[in-house]
């Protein structure tokens, strides 16, 4: 399993995700790959602190898939949460290239 | 116009102060996102797919230009320079920042604007034809009773927790621009035959995943009688609609179970009960609140206008723009201008803030300062002389907003869906995009004539899919985005629910399956003069459903 940690920001409500530090990054590439249950459920114990200590809110964790030989979400919510809308590429993480996957309006 | 008292003024800068203390207690840990949630939505806050989403309310659709300006002004300073017209007639800012959205709310204050019940179990934002006190053939502008029903439901004591949100809808033309059989309540204006005002009252009409034509549970409501026998109707809801189960909450479900005759018995009891004379509104009450709406001062014109025919000679597009996108006017030699929204290829609804800016100046220079949103995602200009309407053509045209396409193929309603939604569960933007690419603004439009699209990205429904003429639905199956398409749906006077025509279309295949339908449409016809709908109420969903999975688009599912 490849699984990664995910929650909105309070104060901006921006998409972030946990990074190998215990922190959190706008973009997907920094977030921390969970590889079992026990990374996980770690992971999963240090986001819960920083709910409660107000910096995030709503987490939960992601599947990941390789798509097209890179790592990306493999749901297609969490593909266009990790990237932007994709009716409009100038906005959200992928006009910051922080996006995992390139835009596709299907 | 209404314009804020100095109670309402009071009144909305203490909500804002009080949802000041709010956030900056989230932000300390004093309140917990679960205590906070309810508190934020109260003030049109939403947690979305990529951000917050703060939805502002515009009364039954009316703005000034002041008002338009200053969302412009907010969309530059504190979300990505653009809003969303929804089909509440409110406006969604997609990216503000929690801490900021306060000052978003004093900066809306300032222009009489508010966030106030635009989410919540509450009553919701008004909606009212969008051709209010201005259509041709009008029996009387709903907007003052629509301002005085808000005035009633803001933040009324008893119905601040309803089972789930509650939408009223009014109407005041023959034909129904409001979509009231659609609503919760929806409340249509009629003349009794001794020619007094009143209303014939539709109950528990509704979309979502249990859609639902209104049913009529009163021919004629005396119009002093409004507020008494709505708080009937929304007691009998508060006391009897269900809260065990949110999906089986809405009204519309307690008129199914209850049964039409019995919850009627419900309301006219209550009704005869509440004998509240404070309720009861006097003549002058209705008085003074229409004053609040009387037209602007219309010097007579000429009727005809030879800079139009002049112009429609020979400009093809300006001639298209003349027959979809302008009404008539009551008052001769005006007319209703519609700035359409759903320019080909973009996304239904959106406005730039240099769009809104100029609409506001078209507004104040040549509309007596006054617009409307429409529920189908459009801008109108409900004033303007003939004479000036070429220069208010090319200065909408000059920023985009000059389609001719209102009431056609290509004037799509849709919901933000999965490109924004975190409740959506496909999208719903990129397929509008691809319809309205697929037939354009052109000579083909034109031929396909009044087609309504509606499509939403889940079955929640916000994109009114139900009552499409053509309806598309996005789900999610397998992990792929599915469509599923339903007919004959309607959202007027002769309201109608969809019917599926099958199975499902893959994202690949939706568009071709639209296609198909309007080019069975075309081929069973009488001729061009019958609309699809006309069509389709006439020979059925066979020749479609035949068209669709025997011969050419076929389904993935």
């Known amino acids: ?106 | 116009m209404y314009a804020y008292d100095e109670f309402d003024a009071a009144f909305v800068a203490a909500r804002v102060e009080q949802f000041r203390d709010q956030v900056n207690r989230r932000i300390a840990g004093e309140l917990t996102e679960d205590q906070f949630r309810p508190l934020r939505l109260m003030n049109g806050l939403y947690l979305q797919l990529h951000a917050y989403m703060l939805r502002v309310a515009i009364p039954y659709g009316t703005l000034n230009s002041a008002k338009l300006r200053k969302l412009a002004d907010v969309a530059r300073k504190y979300s990505r320079g653009y809003g969303h017209f929804t089909t509440r007639t409110n406006l969604q800012y997609h990216w503000p920042k929690l801490a900021e959205t306060p000052d978003i709310l004093a900066e809306l204050a300032s222009v009489e604007m508010h966030a106030i019940q635009t989410s919540g179990n509450c009553i919701r934002n008004v909606t009212a034809d969008h051709f209010a006190g201005v259509a041709a053939d009008e029996i009387a502008d709903p907007r003052p009773y629509a301002e005085i029903l808000r005035q009633w439901s803001s933040q009324h004591p008893e119905f601040s927790f309803l089972p789930r949100k509650f939408k009223i809808a009014v109407n005041g033309d023959p034909h129904d621009r409001a979509a009231i059989q659609t609503h919760d309540i929806g409340l249509q204006i009629v003349r009794n035959a001794e020619g007094e005002l009143g209303f014939t009252v539709y109950v528990g009409g509704g979309l979502g995943r249990t859609p639902f034509v209104a049913k009529k549970i009163r021919d004629f409501l005396p119009e002093q009688d409004l507020l008494r026998y709505v708080e009937a109707i929304v007691r009998v809801y508060n006391l009897d609609g269900r809260r065990d189960n949110k999906f089986k909450a809405r009204i519309k479900i307690l008129v199914h179970e209850k049964g039409q005759a019995a919850f009627s018995e419900a309301v006219e009891a209550e009704y005869g009960a509440n004998a509240q004379t404070a309720l009861t509104l006097s003549e002058a009450d209705i008085a003074h609140m229409r004053a609040y709406f009387a037209p602007p001062p219309l010097p007579p014109r000429a009727p005809e206008s030879p800079r139009i025919a002049r112009r429609r000679s020979r400009d093809a597009r300006f001639d298209a723009y003349m027959r979809a996108n302008v009404a008539p006017h009551k008052v001769p030699g005006y007319a209703v201008m519609t700035a359409s929204l759903k320019p080909i290829g973009l996304t239904p609804g959106d406005c730039s803030a240099d769009q809104m800016d100029a609409v506001a100046d078209l507004a104040e220079d040549y509309s007596h300062d006054e617009l409307r949103v429409s529920h189908e995602q459009n801008l109108i200009l409900p004033y303007v002389a003939l004479d000036d309407l070429p220069a208010v053509y090319d200065r909408l045209a000059s920023v985009g907003l000059a389609t001719p396409n209102a009431g056609q193929v290509s004037d799509i309603i849709a919901c933000p869906g999965l490109d924004y939604c975190t409740l959506a569960t496909a999208r719903s933007i990129p397929v509008a995009q691809r319809i309205a690419e697929r037939f354009g603004d052109g000579a083909r439009a034109s031929d396909i004539g009044a087609l309504k699209i509606k499509i939403s990205g889940c079955i929640n429904a916000c994109g009114h899919h139900h009552v499409g003429h053509i309806g598309i639905l996005g789900l999610e199956r397998a992990g792929e985005e599915t469509y599923q398409i339903t007919l004959g749906g309607s959202a007027d006077e002769n309201a109608a629910i969809g019917q599926i025509t099958g199975p499902g279309f893959s994202s690949e295949r939706v568009v071709e399956a639209v296609d198909t339908i309007v080019e069975t449409y075309r081929a069973q016809r009488n001729d061009a003069d019958e609309p699809f709908l006309a069509t389709f109420r006439r020979v059925g969903m066979a020749p479609f459903k035949e068209a669709l999975y025997e011969r050419s688009a076929g389904s993935d599912i």
Do not use: C
């Open chain 1, 1 to 106: 399993m490849q699984e990664m940690i995910t929650a909105n920001r309070l104060r901006d409500g921006l998409v972030v995700f946990l990074d190998a530090a215990g922190g959190w990054s706008e973009d997907f590439h920094q977030g921390a790959i969970v590889e079992d249950a026990a990374g996980k459920a770690a992971a999963l114990a240090v986001a819960a602190r920083a709910a409660a200590d107000n910096l995030v809110v709503d987490v939960y964790a992601i599947e990941l898939e390789l798509r097209a030989g890179h790592l990306s979400p493999k749901a297609l919510r969490e593909r266009i949460r990790a990237t932007g809308p994709t009716v409009r590429t100038d906005l959200g993480k992928q006009a910051q290239g922080f996006a995992p996957t390139i835009a596709n309006r299907g």
